[in-house]
């Protein structure tokens, strides 16, 4: 029968404390700009916000959303490295001792619960911004819950190494002080070089998704799902057909529905067109990770309360023509509706919106995640 390995079994020079050190530290400071940024976005999509989230600047969403996806895909590859890098230690034998043996029990615990959130949380974020989701749990909460266990069991492991991996970082990498006795097995590629290989690696990983972000390295960005391509030069994420409001949207019956209260003000198109148009510049940030901008023309959104003598402040309600889905209704916070820049959106790069934008009225508001953008607008309400 084999045998499992020893940690004398391993003997290449590449499994050392100085290598995962360095390579590690990269890691967290990806994972903390990733765990930052997805608490963000998870804060901008609450319906909830004690402190409301600025409308300022406009492109704020755009931005922490580029970096959550790049330094989250950065992450693949260092993870993957630092995992070969210490993996040896998980079949070295366990203290006697019976303080250091709790101190090993604890160390084995974080990592395995690192390692599986980890690699949850980067599998599941590289579907979702392929748009690709092969599951039946909701996402979001779910994404956002094993990021807390996560991040946790990462500033665990980090306290029960933190000796070690100082002492790491404070000597050469290549040298031999903190290797094991048999870590004596030369490789073809030194140290120094893999640590600069996995920063290679990552920095590659990065710039293959950058361009959802950054328009001008589209055209490198190879596993970017989005090339910016669309219509009216913006892509969708949920088309019309998807969300069945084609023969409503197209209806000659459609109206927009102001309400507040028990007052109820009707407008169709064409009389939403006769209203004072005003047009603004604004990015579309979607949460899987692509954004673009758009010369944006309608009617202001708070023209439009003004006719309901909606209250300063007061959050409003949106319904889409579409049938079901989570993002059917959104609402929209009392400061956001009362920018000048947030707009009931009839027109996009100067022709009427396509039906994929949200035709025949869709909203765009500065700083907010783009599922958050309702398309086919058919009601807003006044909350108070």
């Known amino acids: 029968m084999s045998r499992l390995p020893s940690d004398e079994s391993f003997t290449s020079r590449l499994h050392s404390a100085a290598v995962a050190a360095r390579v590690g530290l990269v890691l967290a400071v990806c994972f903390g700009i990733c765990f930052t940024t997805g608490l963000i976005s998870h804060y901008a999509q609450s319906p909830s916000q004690p402190v409301p989230f600025p409308t300022s600047p406009s492109w704020g969403y755009r931005v922490t959303q580029g970096l959550h996806v790049v330094t989250g895909t950065a992450s693949v590859p260092l993870l993957l490295v630092k995992l070969w890098t210490v993996y040896p230690q998980l079949f070295r034998r366990p203290p006697r001792e019976l303080r250091k043996a709790a101190l090993d029990g604890l160390e084995r615990l974080s990592i395995l619960t690192l390692v599986a959130s980890a690699l949850f949380l980067l599998a599941s974020g590289l579907a979702n911004i392929t748009e690709w989701y ?16 996560a991040i946790g069991s990462l500033v665990v492991h980090v306290a029960v190494k933190l000796a070690v991996i100082r002492e790491a970082l404070g000597t050469d990498v290549e040298d031999p002080a903190l290797d094991s006795g048999n870590a004596t097995r030369p490789s073809a590629l030194s140290r120094r070089g893999l640590v600069r290989a996995s920063w290679l690696a990552a920095g590659l990983a990065a710039l293959a998704v950058a361009g959802n972000t950054v328009p001008f390295l589209r055209k490198v960005s190879v596993l970017a799902p989005h090339s910016g391509d669309g219509p009216q030069d913006l892509p969708v994420t949920k088309s019309a057909y998807a969300a069945r409001v084609g023969a409503a949207a197209t209806s000659a019956a459609y109206r927009l529905e102001l309400v507040r209260g028990d007052r109820t003000v009707t407008l169709s198109r064409d009389e939403l067109l006769a209203l004072d148009q005003q047009t603004q510049e604004l990015p579309i940030a979607c949460v899987e990770g692509w954004s673009a901008s758009g010369t944006w023309t309608g009617v202001r959104l708070r023209t439009l309360l003004d006719l309901v ?76």
Do not use: C
């Open 309 to 384: 003598d909606r209250p300063a402040g007061s959050d409003v309600h949106l319904t889409s023509l579409q049938e079901s889905g989570a993002f059917r209704r959104s609402t929209l916070p009392g400061n956001f509706a009362d920018d000048d820049r947030t707009t009931l959106a009839l027109l996009l790069n100067g022709e009427a919106l396509a039906l994929d934008h949200g035709y025949p009225a869709r909203l765009i508001a500065p700083n907010r995640p783009g599922v958050l953008q309702t398309k086919w607008v058919t009601r807003i309400e006044v909350l108070a």
């Open 134 to 149: 092969p599951w039946d749990f909701s996402f979001r909460p779910t994404h956002y819950a094993l990021a807390w266990i």
